[in-house]
């Protein structure tokens, strides 16, 4: 269990008790930890992204002691008022030319790491304010959200980025493949679902849409009535999406829109739903269920 600042446990399964615990690692959150830990071989990898500090660590997870401890580049975050350094990511482990890599991207600067040992092997410098979503992965290439960012032409934007992570040292002007401006509202909550060159994602403005992965293109996109915050899931053949009002939407993969089923919940969803076999773990506003066949 991982509540960022507030500790860092490992409990038994079996009847609840405290193998061992961690709450010396601390960090402004300023609205919570928000990333996920991830499990890699031997090691419990968690990010601290906040205004103060910003640090990737690697705890043994038999016994919570620390095996590697980064800290993020200090350079990219300069410019950056002290609010927009925060991020809330959950990173991704992906295997380039039989070297595993550690993609953690933050709010202005996206990183590969070795999960080893903690090295930085590459970055794309790019973003502002408080990413949120986490990297995805198809075909040995990268895409990630930059964090918010404003500028004369746009006052509110965020960009998709693709990078080809085959590189070393700093590769903003060289291994950066395309990238997809998209202006916002606010910064950018879900982490979007690729599948088959096919990327699906929801913006801020409530276009639901589907890129090309390839050209970074749009090839569809439809106006929603509400905000989607939770990812959306794959699911044989079908992308599921669910809204902050309860709208549970479910369209056919591929590069027609086609809305195989609608339905109202009970009231907002939020959290991404979990699967489990052939049913779905949903947490609403008000309950949490389990929907089977």
Known sequence: MNYGSL??????????????????????????????????????ILHYEGVDVRFLIALDKSNGKTVWKTDRPDKPYEALTEIGRKAYITPIILKVKGRDMLISNGSAVCCAYDPLTGEEIWRVVRGAESTVPMPITENGIVYYYSGYMVDAEAPNFTELIAVNPEGKGDITATNVLWKRRDN??????????????????????????????ATGKEIWSERQRANFNASPV??????????????VIAVKAGRKY???????????????????????????????YRIGK
């Open 7 to 44: 500790g860092t446990a490992c409990i038994k399964t079996s009847d609840g008790s405290i193998v061992w615990a961690r709450t010396d690692l601390k960090c402004k959150h300023v609205q919570g930890s928000g990333s996920s830990p991830i499990l890699y071989k031997n090691l419990l």
């Open 184 to 213: 916002q509202t606010q910064t950018q909550m879900l982490t979007p679902v690729i599948k088959d060159g096919l990327i699906y994602t929801v913006n801020t403005k409530n276009f639901l849409m589907c890129i090309d992965a």
């Open 258 to 288: 086609e809305v195989i089923a609608q339905n109202q919940m009970d009231s907002g969803i939020w959290a991404t739903p979990a699967i489990l076999r052939n049913s779905v773990i949903l947490r609403t506003e008000k309950y949490l």
């Open 234 to 247: 794959y699911v044989n053949g079908n992308i599921w999406f669910f809204s902050v009002k309860g709208d």
